[in-house]
């Protein structure tokens, strides 16, 4: 397990030996985000770091399940010097706080009735040799589990002639989810895995790179989730978790009833544990290191 130190956030060489001048604002975001993961000590396992090239365009598929997976992802290809440009919705391009920094982080807004501009300068962007980061499910998944792809990452590796890099992030949704009050609690691990290159076969069509990229997520998933050290403190601390590993999170169909309830502008709120349940976690954390 990986925790931030402060010496990997005043590191002179964390972005490798010539890092872009252009990228300046990107690198002091990373390692600002750095001192929050050190403050809040999230003990972080990326596995699969080496699939990110070094070089050249490459396009992060990842499922979605809190408003954090853009900064744990990242983690991801830091050992590799890669800086990921996120595909997001365009209003945070807009926000008096986030869109200086979007913008300057070259992120790529995306307007949901006019996407077209964003394909095309994602595809610009692959061409350049950028690895672009998308949540293909295109909203957080309130069921933990993978929802149905959207065909536009499938689409920009066909016509950049670029790899799919499937990825998976867990632990995140402890923290900052929809439906949820956010919970900033210290220790909580977060798990990034990052699978083999999927590269577009000559002939092939999007739809079948689509299902192949699913099918990755889908194990990745499973095995971030089974591989995650940490198990819900009792019966109260079970949202996080999918219906069928025992959790109370929505199922499939009834995470899609919220999101149509979102999209008509009503806010949901889901289920959250009782205040006691984080008496309890405290203890049951406490006991589990009182073990060790």
């Given at each position: 397990m990986y925790t931030a130190s402060w010496h990997d956030v005043v590191r002179r060489d964390l972005f490798g030996p010539h890092p872009d001048p252009r990228d300046r604002p990107y690198r002091a975001v990373i390692r600002f985000a750095l001192v929050v993961f050190r403050l809040f000590g999230f003990r972080?396992?990326?596995?699969?770091a080496e699939h990110v090239p070094t070089t050249g365009g490459a396009i992060v598929c990842s499922n979605h399940v809190s408003y954090l997976d853009f900064t744990f992802l990242g983690l991801g290809a830091q050992p590799q010097h890669r800086l990921v440009r996120f595909m997001a919705k365009a209003s945070v391009f807009h926000h008096r706080a986030s869109g200086p920094?979007?913008?300057?982080?070259?992120?790529i807004p995306v307007d949901r009735k006019a996407g077209t501009?964003?394909?095309?300068?994602?595809?610009r962007a692959l061409k350049a040799g950028h690895v672009i980061g998308v949540f293909p499910e295109a909203t957080i998944s309130s069921s933990f589990t993978v929802k149905d792809l959207k065909a536009g990452a499938a689409r920009m590796a066909v016509d950049a002639g670029v790899p799919i890099l499937p990825a998976a992030v867990w632990g995140g949704q402890r923290i900052f989810t929809k439906g949820h009050k956010?919970?900033?609690?210290?220790?909580?691990?977060i798990t990034v895995v990052i699978g083999e290159p999927l590269v577009p076969q000559p002939g092939e069509k999007v739809q079948a790179l689509l299902r192949r990229t699913k099918a990755a997520?889908?194990?990745?998933v499973a095995e971030a989730q089974r591989t995650y050290p940490d198990q819900?403190?009792?019966?109260?601390d079970r949202w996080?978790?999918?219906q069928h590993l025992g959790g109370t999170a929505p199922t499939l169909a009834e995470a899609a009833v919220i999101d149509l309830r979102h999209a008509d502008g009503h806010k949901v709120h889901l289920p959250h544990p009782h205040p006691v349940s984080g008496v309890r976690r405290?203890?049951?954390?406490?006991?589990?290191?009182r073990g060790h």
């Amino acid at each position: 397990m990986y925790t931030a130190s402060w010496h990997d956030v005043v590191r002179r060489d964390l972005f490798g030996p010539h890092p872009d001048p252009r990228d300046r604002p990107y690198r002091a975001v990373i390692r600002f985000a750095l001192v929050v993961f050190r403050l809040f000590g999230f003990r972080f396992d990326v596995r699969g770091a080496e699939h990110v090239p070094t070089t050249g365009g490459a396009i992060v598929c990842s499922n979605h399940v809190s408003y954090l997976d853009f900064t744990f992802l990242g983690l991801g290809a830091q050992p590799q010097h890669r800086l990921v440009r996120f595909m997001a919705k365009a209003s945070v391009f807009h926000h008096r706080a986030s869109g200086p920094f979007m913008r300057a982080m070259q992120h790529i807004p995306v307007d949901r009735k006019a996407g077209t501009a964003a394909f095309e300068a994602a595809v610009r962007a692959l061409k350049a040799g950028h690895v672009i980061g998308v949540f293909p499910e295109a909203t957080i998944s309130s069921s933990f589990t993978v929802k149905d792809l959207k065909a536009g990452a499938a689409r920009m590796a066909v016509d950049a002639g670029v790899p799919i890099l499937p990825a998976a992030v867990w632990g995140g949704q402890r923290i900052f989810t929809k439906g949820h009050k956010v919970v900033l609690r210290r220790g909580v691990p977060i798990t990034v895995v990052i699978g083999e290159p999927l590269v577009p076969q000559p002939g092939e069509k999007v739809q079948a790179l689509l299902r192949r990229t699913k099918a990755a997520m889908e194990e990745l998933v499973a095995e971030a989730q089974r591989t995650y050290p940490d198990q819900p403190a009792g019966p109260d601390d079970r949202w996080w978790l999918p219906q069928h590993l025992g959790g109370t999170a929505p199922t499939l169909a009834e995470a899609a009833v919220i999101d149509l309830r979102h999209a008509d502008g009503h806010k949901v709120h889901l289920p959250h544990p009782h205040p006691v349940s984080g008496v309890r976690r405290l203890a049951a954390l406490v006991r589990r290191r009182r073990g060790h």
